[in-house]
């Protein structure tokens, strides 16, 4: 980059002599974690996609969770640190019959994607550690060009609508009155490009996440997470509707539902462990999408029913979090001594 002037200093030394810190550590453990599951997820639909662009996607996918998972083994070797366990072979029956179809593996890689690459930015300014921090902004480089080929394979096949269009400014425009934060009564004015932009990420999330629920609510075997899997569903459906309302009462595109993208397989090909682990994490990360949401708000209808979302998410993480704590799956992070 030629507009950064170099600064020769380092803290490569802090690679030799110094423990992982608990940034480390922790960013280094559920990225790991985090691609165990999706490696085991996305050599499932491997065995059945037709589509060869897709078929690349998916490579290319699971060549990066691999490729991440390699590296992190070598970081915590080389800090004697326990590889975690993980997922493995035994929580994907690669023999089971078609769950999804083709479209939806796009939609999933999208969903999966951003999800890490949430998780890399922020370790990036976090990490002090030069090698550890320079292995995050590979996984940024690597993830973003990998989210690119999935919306140009999104975008040259129709499967998702194009953002919604709003006019052009005329000049620069400064709000004038408190009026600008209303949202249930009175002078209501229009939703601002980042309000639309969230609520557009958060119905294309969403729908993504319900299709996938789907699919996991057909073929669980265990009868409780089956409930939990049909209130995911239920509270999903519910927020799409909301999100989707307040930009069609505006006349806005907005993502269209993708269960269609379900086949009516109830053979399961996933094991009850990474399923439930799966819907919790990536319920988890909506909390993370709705604060981003809340930050750019400035109509209080809105930010209400992000509120609401947060508080019925959070909920269904905890409820989901006992089940797995309950059954010994609930794999724990690293943690500081107890000292009590």
Not at 270 to 276: A, G, N, P, R, Y
Request: net charge neutral; with cysteine; charged share 25%.
């Amino acid at each position: 980059m030629d507009v950064l002037k170099p600064i020769n200093l380092s803290t490569k030394e802090l690679d030799e002599t110094q423990p992982l810190t608990s940034v480390e550590m922790g960013k280094l453990w559920v990225t790991y974690v985090g691609n165990s599951m999706s490696g085991q997820i996305i050599s499932y639909f491997l065995q059945h996609c037709e589509d060869d662009s897709i078929r690349t996607l998916l490579e290319n996918g699971l060549a990066a969770s691999k490729d991440f998972m390699q590296r992190i083994e070598g970081f915590f070797k080389k800090g004697n640190f326990p590889i975690p366990a993980g997922f493995a072979e035994d929580d994907v029956n690669l023999g089971a019959p078609r769950l999804y179809e083709d479209a939806f593996y796009v939609h999933y890689l999208k969903y999966a994607a951003k999800a890490g690459l949430s998780i890399y930015a922020i370790a990036v300014p976090l990490v002090m550690r030069e090698e550890i921090r320079e292995f995050f902004v590979y996984c940024n480089q690597c993830t973003s060009i990998l989210l690119g080929q999935i919306n140009n394979v999104l975008f040259e096949k129709k499967l998702i609508a194009k953002p919604p269009i709003i006019p052009t400014p005329d000049g620069v425009d400064f709000i004038k009155n408190q009026s600008y934060l209303n949202g249930f009564v009175g002078d209501v004015r229009p939703l601002h490009a980042l309000e639309i932009t969230h609520l557009y990420d958060n119905i294309e999330n969403n729908a993504t996440s319900k299709a996938l629920l789907l699919g996991f609510y057909q073929t669980v075997k265990d009868e409780k997470i089956k409930a939990l899997f049909k209130r995911g569903l239920d509270m999903t459906d519910k927020s799409v509707k909301q999100y989707k309302e307040k930009l069609q009462i505006e006349h806005l595109l907005t993502p269209s539902y993708i269960d269609h993208l379900v086949t009516t397989s109830t053979y399961p090909p996933f094991s009850d462990k990474i399923m439930l682990f799966h819907k919790v994490d990536m319920f988890s990360m909506k909390i993370r999408s709705f604060g981003n949401s809340l930050a750019v708000n400035g109509r209080r209808d809105i930010g209400l029913m992000y509120g609401r979302s947060l508080i019925n998410i959070g909920l269904f993480v905890d409820d989901g979090a006992n089940i797995l704590i309950e059954k010994g799956w609930m794999e724990s992070p690293p943690k500081a001594f107890d000292r009590v």
